[in-house]
Every structure is written in structure tokens, then in C-alpha cells.
């Protein structure tokens, strides 16, 4: 029944999706003028058949109705609450479908905002590649990825085998297979996708824009301009969703760090890099009319980059090259990358003539000259992620060999190309447009470059001499100590021209140019975070412990006793932990316990560290072993861990702050004061 | 206190903890445990899944950091024992070498790198300098 009910509302989408391309294939190749309003009708379709669908499954998840394969594979009678919802969208049919949804809920927002206008072609162009896009995360559904199977035969848990068809006899389990326990294991496991997805579909809206400028031929950068509110909200979720994925590795993984350059983890890191690349040429475009053409290009490598992402971890490519073709929605996604791209950039060298020939940079030393820079350093960095994620695929599947690609090639980039992003940061934004007199900037940096300098030697005379964290320190406090000062300075001489106290001058400020002020708290929150990474790579220590009950080890100026072991049943899982007493001088403070979940239907126990955290640092105990005559643990110290959780999400907050420009001003002048 | 005296004073201390900061730098020799740490991190655990000997619990991996342990003590370089495990073990390296089809690996970012750059400064308007 619910499968006739999420398959007809799939079918419901797909035909929206196919009606807005339909009607609005005449603006976007520029024939003719379409008014919106006659989008309304698909608009809606493809929005309502995206939630029923999404409802349908969530329904089915609720209910326990196993006779629907993905319930029957991914739910079992007892999971919480909370776990039963997110198990909506914790597996590959379901997380299709909540793609779908979240791409429908922005085309109807871009729908929204044209349907007061007459018309307005770039809009309807727009919302027909929107269109375009939703057929083929629809037709997924409908086809490869369909999450309304029938379980045609049933297993002892889960489903043996299922079929397409809705009408198919139904052979439901008494019980399902339950999630993977990991994802069950942490609250975040239910927030990080839906964060990611918003992030990254987001991201189609700025790209169907262009897309919809260029076949149009809608000169200048409205395309850019207008899409301002939809890039810094998918960054900022992107951020968000990338942060809470490290700190869920961080919290429920047990291995004791947070980031490991794996594939799936760059997958979402590489539309990151280059979104933020395009937020800050966006702003040049925007402002001085530069980079037309670079912006098209950035803006359709970081559509393809999602893509891209979105294949790396659905496809099960990553496990092996050879599994992938197993299922066929990896080279489903491989097709539409390949679509993507080469439609998009044949259709850009079409027009490229048409692009207006920028104006040349007047000097390299303006801010135009740093935001060259930044998105010259950024784009590179994104080249290093991509090539350092294909590159074992493309030398197993051409060579069959393994060539293993970790941790070192990436730092060995990541590390001086953060640097020099540091310290663009640090510079550029007190940059003149221009042309930039070095006395100008000289006089804007000289004061935050002593405070810089004297935190550093402060480190290097009271904590470390490790050279990553001396410059790492240097860099971040100069950043800071840049913003800092320089509202402090405006807000000086306003309070002095305008009567006022230098309080009130610094929300004028900031309320005056949210663009620019937001950009500056996400500065800071990216420089807090590359100090917090800095710290807990450089000054990071680790032991194992091994205790028998009574026992008591001494691990970086901690005391740990080992109490007792101790069993708790819960719904779901069976809970085998260790009391670990914490004690720091004598004194007790804090009992944490590791612990090893075993869950219901699942053959190994998850080892799930417990954290103390305090403002100097983090101390992370991971059980490796436990039984009657002991604890085995992995125990680490990391100092100051929650600068990397603090700075991530104050960066989300500052693309969130600069959103309120856009609202006031209604999206005319947005950029033009960033 | 006149403006010029502020500069000069304010000069003289940024130069004195610049002096402080260059020196932190110069004497960050690597101890023979940040090598071993290091060395760790460019090994990969031949049990595990993509993970290094210094990032993983296993018993294997604490094993094999223990024999690097031994080198370093012992005096071999970073590259002797990095190429005396990869004999024991093909694959093992997690930092591709610099030769053969990884030197592509290598090479592309600074390609990469170099292009954008030379792009950059083409179109910038030279006149400029000139005038």
C-alpha cells in the first residue's frame, strides 16, 4: 500500500520535474519570454511529490512495515525514536530521496522569489535546469535506486530479495536488519547528512543560474548577484555538516583523531574548497566586474564536484573499483557527472565570446590581486584533494595495482597551502581595492603583527618549539589581531566624527555591512580552526593502557583508575563499559566510561570512547578490550580540542550573519559593498 | 610620548620577537620521537583499512612502530627504513614515492599551481607599471 502511495508520489515528482523543463526550455535557450507563473503548476507538483515521498518512507520506517525492503534492511522493531527517523535517510535509496526533497525545496524558493516579477527569464531558465537535475534524482528513485521495493522473500531478519514492481507479493520479515550500528551509535549521525545534502544542493542553484544566464544569454552578473542567499546558506550547512562529520569520527569512531583525508571525507572537503573560492570571486565579480569568466567555470566545477562527491560515497567505488558496477547507480551518477560537465562547459565555450571581456586587474597589490590569490590557492588545494582521491582509483582500474594515497601527501599540501590561505586572510581583506599603497596595508597590519608576534613568542618560550605550531600561532593571532583592530579603528573614527561611544560605532559598523562583517567572523572562525587542528596534530599525546580492576596508570598528568566493569541492557544494544576513574592531583574529576555497544543483530561490539573535555584540553579513552580481567585502552590527550568544533561553526555563523545583507537590501547592492 | 618615539619603540620590539619566533624555529630540531611519529604516519598498517601504523591500535602496526622505533635509535635514515619495509611489504608506503607513475601524483598540483599563477599575472594590466 505505501509502496503503490511513495512510488506514485515519486512518479508525481518526475512529471513536475519533466513539465518545468517543458515549459521552461523556451527562456532558458532564449527563444522566447515565459511569464513564471506558468512554472507554478510543476513547481508544486515536483515539491509535493518530493515530500510525499519522504513521508512514505518515514511512514513505513514508523510503522515497522517490513514488507518494504529498505524498511526491512534498515529498521528493526526497538530502534529509538530519533534512529528510526534518521534511518529515513541513513541508507542509499533513502538519502536519494531527501536529495530529492531538499533540491525540491530550493527550486521552490527560487521560484518564490521570481514570482512577483512579470517576468524574469534568467529565473525560469533557472528553475528549468533545476528541473532538469530533479529528473535525474527522480528517475533514480524510480528506477535504480527505487526505495519503495517490495520484499518478494523474506529472510530470518531483513530481506532476502525484492521487487521493482509495487504490485509484487508482498513476503514481509517478522523482523528487520536495523541500521548500521555505527550510525546508530551517535545523536550526530542523524543531523551530519541533512546538513551535508543542504550544503551541497544548495550549490545547484548558483550553477543553474549560470547555466540558465549563459543559454539565455542574460549578460552581467545578475546570475551571480541574485544567488548570493542560496551559496552562503549552502556553505554555511556545508560547513556545519563538515564539522559535525569530524566531530562525529571524533566521538564515536574511537580512533582518536577526526579527520583522515578518506575518500568520503573529501568528497564533501572538495565543493567546500571551491565553494568558498566562488564566494570570494563572487564578491570581485560583484564589485569590480573581473573574473566573468572564471566565475562560470568555478561555479560548474563546484556543481560537478558535488556530483562527484555524491558518486565517491554512493557508489562503492571506494571500497573497490570492482564493486561499483554491482549496483547501477554508480555509473548512473558517473553518466550524469560526464553530462554535467561536458554539457555545461561545451555550452560555456558557446558563449564564452559573449562573456564580457573583463577589465584587466589594475595591480596585483589590491584586494582584487588577494582575492586572485586566495581563489588561485583554494582551486589548488581542491586539485590536490580531487587528484589525491582518484588517483589509487585510476591506477587500480587502469594498472590493477594499489597505490596508497594518505595522510602525508595530503599534509604535505594542505599544510603550506594553509599557510599562505592564513595569511591572505590576514592581509587581503584590509587590502585596498585597486591599487593597494604598501603604507596603506603596512599601517593596517603593524600593530596586529606585534600582537601576533608576541603570542608566538610567548609559545615558543613557555610551550613548544614545534615549528608547524610556531607559525600556525603567528598566522591565526595575526588574522584575529587584523579584524580586531581594524573594526576597532573605523569604529574610532566614526565615534569621533559622529558623537557616539565606540560601542555603538561597532554595531553601526557591523549592522552597516553585514557582508563584510559576516566574512570577518567567518575569518576568525577558520582561523580559531586552523589553530585547533595545528594544536592537536603538533601537541597531540597517546598511550595504551592496559588495567586490571584497582589498577591505576598515569597518563599526561591524569591518574586513571580503573573502578569496574559493568553491563547495562538497553532497547536496542547491549552496553559493556569500564568505570575509569579521572583524577588530576588527587583529586577526582570526572568517572568516564568507555564502553563496547553491542547491538542487536550485529556481530562485532563498537568500541565507543568517552571524552572529558575541558577548556585545556581533551582527554579520550577508547576501549579496545574488556573483559573479567581487564581494560585495554587507547587513551589520548589533545589540548584545546574544542577550538576545532568552536571555529568550524562560528565560520557556519558568519556566512549566516552575511546573509542578513541580503535580506535587507533585497538583493540589489548586495555585493557591491562586500 | 611623541608619535615617532611610539613607531621606533614599537619597531625595535617587533624585531626583538621576531628574533625570538626565528629562533624557536631554527632550534625545533625533530626529536627522535617526532621522527619515529613522523615515520609512523608515512607507514601504512598492512592489516588495516587505509589507516597508518601510528594512527592505528592494532597489535601489528604497534609492532612494526616499535621496529621503527629500533632504526631511528639505531641511526638509519628515514628513507632506509621506509625502503627496507616496503621490500618486507608492497604497498606499504601511504606517501607515494617520487618516481614512476606517482611522480605524475606529484607533479600535477605544481603544474597546477604554476598555470593558475602565470594566468594571473598575464591579466593583469602591465601598462600600469609602466606609467
Redesign the interface.
Given at each position: 500500500m505505501i509502496g503503490w502511495f511513495g512510488l506514485g508520489a515519486i512518479g508525481i515528482a518526475l512529471g513536475g520535474a519533466l513539465l518545468l523543463i517543458w515549459r521552461g526550455a523556451p527562456a532558458l535557450i532564449g527563444r522566447e519570454s515565459v511569464p513564471v507563473g506558468r512554472l507554478r503548476v510543476p513547481v508544486l507538483a515536483l515539491l509535493g511529490g518530493a515530500i510525499a515521498a519522504m513521508v512514505a518512507i518515514e511512514f513505513g520506517l514508523l510503522t515497522d512495515d517490513f514488507s518494504l525492503a529498505y524498511v526491512a534492511n534498515n529498521h528493526r522493531i526497538g530502534t529509538p525514536l530519533t534512529f528510526t527517523i534518521a534511518s529515513g535517510w541513513a541508507a542509499l535509496e533513502g538519502s536519494i530521496v531527501l536529495w530529492g526533497l531538499v533540491l525540491a525545496v530550493f527550486t521552490f524558493t527560487v521560484f518564490r522569489q521570481a514570482e512577483g516579477a512579470e517576468s524574469d527569464d534568467l529565473a525560469v531558465g533557472a528553475l528549468a535546469v533545476l528541473g532538469m537535475i530533479s529528473v535525474f534524482f527522480f528517475g533514480l528513485m524510480a528506477t535504480v535506486a527505487n526505495p519503495f521495493e517490495v520484499c518478494v522473500q523474506a529472510g530470518d531478519v531483513g530481506c532476502q530479495a525484492a521487487g521493482w514492481a509495487p504490485w509484487s507479493v508482498a513476503h514481509a520479515p517478522l523482523n528487520g536488519r536495523g541500521a548500521n550500528p555505527l550510525l546508530q551509535n551517535h545523536i550526530l549521525m542523524a543531523i551530519h547528512p541533512p546538513m551535508l545534502y543542504v550544503g551541497y544542493v544548495g550549490l545547484s542553484v548558483p550553477f543553474a543560474f549560470a547555466i540558465a544566464s549563459l543559454g539565455g544569454v542574460h549578460r552581467g552578473s545578475a546570475w551571480l548577484i541574485r544567488t548570493r542567499r542560496w551559496t552562503l546558506t549552502a556553505w554555511s550547512f556545508l560547513t556545519t555538516g563538515i564539522v559535525l562529520g569530524a566531530w562525529w569520527s571524533y566521538a564515536v569512531l574511537g580512533?582518536?583523531?577526526y579527520w583522515?583525508w578518506?575518500p568520503v571525507e573529501n568528497a564533501s572537503f572538495i565543493p567546500w574548497l571551491l565553494a568558498t573560492a566562488f564566494i570570494h570571486s563572487a564578491v570581485v565579480q560583484a564589485r569590480r566586474g573581473v573574473l566573468q569568466a572564471w566565475n562560470y567555470v568555478l561555479v560548474i566545477g563546484t556543481f560537478a564536484a558535488t556530483i562527484l562527491g555524491t558518486f565517491l560515497t554512493r557508489s562503492g567505488v571506494i571500497a573497490s573499483v570492482h564493486s561499483f558496477t554491482q549496483s547501477a547507480i554508480g555509473p548512473a551518477l558517473l553518466g550524469f557527472l560526464a553530462i554535467v560537465l561536458v554539457g555545461s562547459l561545451v555550452l560555456f565555450t558557446m558563449r564564452l565570446h559573449l562573456v564580457a571581456s573583463a577589465p584587466?586587474?589594475?595591480?596585483?597589490v589590491s584586494r582584487e590581486?588577494m582575492f586572485?590569490?586566495n581563489n588561485?590557492l583554494l582551486?589548488?588545494f581542491a586539485?590536490?584533494v580531487l587528484?589525491?582521491t582518484l588517483?589509487p582509483l585510476l591506477?587500480e582500474a587502469f594498472?590493477g595495482?594499489?597505490?596508497?594515497?594518505?595522510?602525508?601527501?595530503f599534509?604535505?599540501?594542505a599544510v603550506p597551502l594553509s599557510f599562505a590561505l592564513i595569511l591572505a586572510m590576514g592581509i587581503g581583506p584590509v587590502t585596498p581595492y585597486r591599487?593597494a599603497r604598501p603604507v596603506v596595508v603596512w599601517d593596517r597590519i603593524?600593530?596586529p603583527?606585534?600582537l601576533a608576534?608576541?603570542s608566538?613568542?610567548l609559545?615558543?618560550?613557555f610551550i613548544t618549539?614545534?615549528?608547524h605550531m610556531?607559525?600556525m600561532t603567528?598566522l591565526s593571532t595575526f588574522v584575529i589581531a587584523v579584524i580586531v583592530h581594524h573594526l576597532w579603528q573605523l569604529a574610532d573614527r566614526q565615534a569621533r566624527s559622529r558623537s557616539g561611544t565606540r560601542r555603538h560605532a561597532v554595531l553601526r559598523l557591523a549592522q552597516g555591512d553585514p557582508g563584510y562583517w559576516g566574512g570577518q567572523i567567518a575569518h576568525i572562525g577558520i582561523a580559531v580552526l586552523a589553530l585547533g587542528i595545528a594544536a592537536s596534530a603538533n601537541l597531540v599525546t597517546s598511550s595504551?593502557i592496559g588495567l586490571a580492576p584497582g589498577e591505576s596508570a598515569r597518563f599526561a598528568g591524569y591518574e586513571l583508575v580503573y573502578q569496574a566493569p559493568f553491563t547495562r541492557q538497553e532497547p536496542n544494544r547491549t552496553v559493556i563499559g569500564a568505570l575509569i576513574e579521572v583524577r588530576r592531583d588527587g583529586e577526582r574529576i570526572a568517572v568516564l566510561e568507555p564502553r563496547l555497544n553491542q547491538y542487536t543483530g550485529s556481530l562485532t561490539a563498537i568500541q565507543t570512547p568517552a571524552i572529558h573535555s575541558t577548556f585545556m584540553g581533551d582527554l579520550y579513552i577508547?576501549p579496545?578490550r574488556l573483559d573479567a580481567s581487564g581494560v585495554t585502552a587507547?587513551v589520548w590527550a589533545y589540548p584545546m580540542q574544542w577550538m576545532i568544533w568552536l571555529g568550524g561553526l562560528l565560520a557556519a555563523a558568519g556566512a549566516g550573519f552575511s546573509l542578513l545583507a541580503i535580506r535587507r537590501s533585497r538583493d540589489s547592492q548586495v555585493l557591491t559593498r562586500a | 610620548m611623541p608619535e615617532r618615539m611610539k613607531r621606533a619603540i614599537a619597531s625595535v620590539i617587533t624585531v626583538v620577537l621576531a628574533g625570538i619566533v626565528v629562533w624557536g624555529l631554527v632550534i625545533g630540531e625533530p626529536s627522535e620521537q617526532d621522527r619515529v611519529q613522523a615515520l609512523g604516519s608515512r607507514i601504512r598498517c598492512p592489516v588495516c583499512q587505509g589507516e597508518s601504523i601510528a594512527d592505528s591500535p592494532s597489535t601489528y602496526a604497534r609492532d612494526i612502530l616499535t621496529f621503527v622505533e629500533e632504526k631511528v635509535g639505531e641511526g638509519w635514515t628515514d628513507e632506509e627504513i621506509v625502503s627496507y619495509l616496503e621490500q618486507r611489504f608492497a604497498g606499504i608506503r601511504l606517501d607515494p614515492a617520487f618516481s614512476g607513475t606517482t611522480l605524475l601524483l606529484w607533479l600535477l598540483p605544481i603544474v597546477a599551481l604554476a598555470g593558475g599563477a602565470a594566468l594571473a599575472v598575464r591579466r593583469t594590466n602591465r601598462s600600469n607599471g609602466i606609467r
Open positions: 580512533w582518536g583523531g583522515a578518506d584587466r586587474l589594475d595591480s596585483l590581486g586572485l590569490l588561485l582551486a589548488v586539485f590536490v587528484v589525491g588517483f591506477v594498472q595495482s594499489t597505490v596508497g594515497v594518505g595522510r602525508p601527501f599534509d604535505r599540501w591599487v603593524r600593530i603583527l606585534l608576534l608576541a608566538a613568542a609559545l615558543v618560550l618549539r614545534n615549528g610556531i607559525v603567528l595504551t577508547s579496545t587507547d | -
